[in-house]
């Protein structure tokens, strides 16, 4: 088993939530050092920061998610042209700390939006309210 920490379309009541509906949810609310972008693709990207907070979940997921999950963030381990990267990374939860995989965006280029707040699902709502 992995814990995988998801900050983007992976959570709770987006569009690739499907893919975690058999995992089992460790923390709905948590946080880990990064900066969120928006990339302009309908999901958002994240890069290592150590001033900055990124909001997400985490989950405990079995090989096969993880396989999946790979696929789906187009890492391949080890390839330059991969669209992100999967490290480990210390996560925050509560008082507690755990070390989870995090897909950090290998391409520059996909960030265009700085999401200052560093929470996807509130940042997507005030976009889609405005419109």
């Not at 088993?1 to 609310?29: P, W």
């Amino acid at each position: 088993m992995h814990y995988v920490f998801v900050y983007g379309t992976l959570r709770k009541n987006e569009a690739n939530a499907h893919f975690l509906q058999d995992s089992i949810c460790i923390a709905n609310e948590s946080w880990t050092y990064g900066s969120l972008f928006d990339t302009n693709e309908g999901y958002p990207a994240m890069i290592c920061s150590k001033d900055k907070k990124v909001y997400g979940e985490v989950y405990k997921v079995t090989d096969t998610v993880l396989r999946d999950l790979d696929k789906l963030e187009e890492y391949t381990g080890g390839s330059e042209q991969d669209l992100y990267n999967r490290i480990t990374q210390a996560i925050y939860i509560n008082e507690k700390i755990l070390e989870a995989y995090v897909y950090i965006a290998q391409k520059q280029d996909m960030l265009h939006h700085p999401i200052v707040e560093g929470d996807w699902v509130s940042y997507r709502k005030l976009l889609y309210k405005d419109r």
